[in-house]
């Protein structure tokens, strides 16, 4: 029988919290992944990883996103 991790609570992101985050770049809001695991500027087309609940919002630690990526977000379908 295989078990599954569990995932430790201080390391889950308060989506609420969240709501006050802005991009380090271009201050617009930010947009989580469907994952959870990013969090993605759609005007800057970045997106800034989450690490043990904690957004990472460096432009170090920012990966560019392919705009087809961007369209596929599940907030950004009509």
Not at 9 to 23: A, F, G, N, Q, T
């Amino acid at each position: 029988m295989v078990a599954t991790p569990s995932i430790n609570p201080r390391h889950v992101i308060d989506v609420k919290s969240l709501e006050m985050l802005v991009c380090p770049l271009t201050k617009t809001r930010l947009t989580l992944s469907a994952d959870k695991t990013e969090l993605i500027s759609v005007a800057a087309r970045l997106a800034f990883p989450i690490l043990k609940g904690v957004p990472l919002l460096s432009l170090d630690e920012a990966r560019n996103v392919d705009p087809e990526e961007i369209r596929r977000l599940p907030e950004l379908k009509g």
